[in-house]
Nanobody, 121 residues
Framework: QVQLVESGGGLVQPGGSLTLSCVVSGSIFSIYAMNWYRQAPGNERELVARATNAGEVTYGESMKGRFTISRDNAKNMAYLQMNSLKPEDTAVYYC???????????????WGQGTQVTVSS
């Protein structure tokens, strides 16, 4: 059974920083990409950042220059360093493991339960 657990969310003032962590547990052969998404009330879930195991990194437009995604493949972990946070960054942040090989030849995506990030003074 593959599980994702996010941590590191909380309340931060505008201009502040937070680092989110995501750990993937279970019997895993490989993970193609680790993603961070977010969803604010009334909004659709949007991509924040994506990092593939080939080193390709993608960011959502409003996150470029402020957020940094990283991976520790040996530990099946992903991180999201968020700087210069704005009130509009307030959302539930979700971790997604993309194209996870649990059984050779089969690929699945898995999501975490999310962690709340609130940016407010």
């Amino acid at each position: 059974q593959v599980q994702l657990v996010e941590s590191g969310g909380g309340l931060v003032q505008p201009g502040g920083s937070l680092t989110l962590s995501c750990v993937v547990s279970g019997s895993i052969f490989s993970i193609y990409a680790m993603n961070w998404y977010r969803q604010a009330p009334g909004n659709e879930r949007e991509l924040v950042a994506r990092a593939t195991n080939a080193g390709e990194v993608t960011y959502g437009e409003s996150m470029k220059g402020r957020f940094t995604i990283s991976r520790d493949n040996a530990k099946n972990m992903a991180y999201l360093q968020m700087n210069s946070l704005k009130p509009e960054d307030t959302a539930v942040y979700y971790c997604k493991a993309e194209n996870v090989m649990v059984i050779p030849g089969t690929l699945f995506d898995y999501w975490g339960q999310g962690t709340q990030v609130t940016v407010s003074s």
